[in-house]
């Protein structure tokens, strides 16, 4: 009775049998890492498969027959695995699958068109992976986006982190965060007063005050014929040579260039006689 193999050939002689054909079975081949697959071992043989060896591809092996086996890199990444299986009566099979096994990441990346802003200003988000994904936004601020690349406007002045979650169409989901991404500067206010509002003649001297901490530079018209005019700090006194009631406008500046800028119509009252000759 022949019971023997012959290394190298391509069969393996045993009362006219033929050596097992390796083969693998998975429950699933694509997937988000880490990625758990269950790996049988479906060879044809006609007695006891008495050994397996899998090589995963990732370089981990195990010698169950049936395993489950995970997938941890964080990458899109695909495997090919390999099993051996040996018979009985010590004739070996090998198989290998290329390219089986599939964990899926998609990329998540951004960048924006400006790092500073003013409050109420808006930035773009660009240079996002496109395709078939989804995205949610986090702009720190207690808003959000499912836009591709949204604008957002941030309503108020303090350093904000951005995140970005990109999913894939096999739910597979990466987030990217940029920690104290954008920077907001607060807007001065341009509100003021007068030190009187009305005067019973003329030339009157008004002395206008903005409080404001933030601004550096000021631009008043106080509505009459002089024009703008810019001082360096919020006092400004302006000496009026006719009656009339006056628009007072003023524009408020920051150091980063914020501004803002407020218009009292008639707020400044002169009066006096006019003088007319008939």
């Given at each position: 009775e022949i019971s023997?193999?012959?290394?190298?050939?391509?069969?393996?002689?045993?009362?006219?049998s033929f050596k097992p054909i390796a083969r693998i079975a998975a429950d699933t081949t694509i997937g988000c890492a880490p990625f758990a697959v269950l790996f049988s071992d479906s060879s044809i043989s006609d007695t006891n498969i008495v050994s397996c060896l899998w090589n995963f591809g990732d370089g981990l092996t195990a010698?169950?027959?049936?395993?489950?086996?995970?997938?941890?890199?964080?990458?899109?990444?695909?495997?090919?695995?390999?099993?051996?299986?040996?018979?009985t009566f010590g004739c070996s099979s090998s198989v290998t699958q290329h390219n089986y096994i599939t964990t899926t990441l998609p990329n998540s990346f951004f960048n924006a068109n400006t790092f500073e802003i003013c409050a109420l200003d808006s930035i773009q988000l660009n240079d996002v992976p496109s395709g078939n994904f989804t995205y949610q936004w986090n702009f720190g601020d207690g808003t959000s986006s499912t836009q591709y690349q949204p604008y957002h406007a941030y309503q108020t002045d303090s350093v904000f982190d951005i995140s970005l979650t990109v999913t894939d169409s096999n739910g597979c989901a990466n987030t990217y965060t940029r920690p104290?991404?954008?920077?907001?500067?607060?807007i001065p206010s341009p509100n003021f007063n007068a030190n009187q509002l009305t005067s019973t003649c003329y030339p009157a001297s008004i002395i206008f005050n903005n409080p404001s901490s933030l601004a550096s530079s000021w631009e008043w018209n106080f509505g009459d014929s002089i024009g703008?005019?810019?001082?360096?700090?919020?006092?400004?006194?302006?000496?009026?040579?006719?009656?009339?009631?006056?628009?007072?406008?003023?524009?408020?500046?920051?150091?980063?260039?914020?501004?803002?800028?407020?218009?009292?119509?008639?707020?400044?009252?002169?009066?006096?006689?006019t003088a007319q000759i008939d």
């Open positions: 023997a193999c012959l290394v190298g050939s391509e069969m393996c002689i045993r009362d006219r010698t169950q027959q049936n395993v489950s086996h995970t997938f941890m890199n964080q990458q899109s990444t695909s495997y090919s695995v390999n099993l051996i299986v040996t018979d104290s991404y954008i920077t907001v500067h607060p703008n005019r810019v001082t360096q700090y919020g006092l400004a006194q302006h000496l009026y040579h006719q009656p009339g009631q006056y628009d007072i406008f003023l524009k408020v500046t920051s150091p980063f260039g914020c501004s803002d800028s407020i218009t009292k119509p008639q707020y400044i009252s002169i009066l006096g006689p």
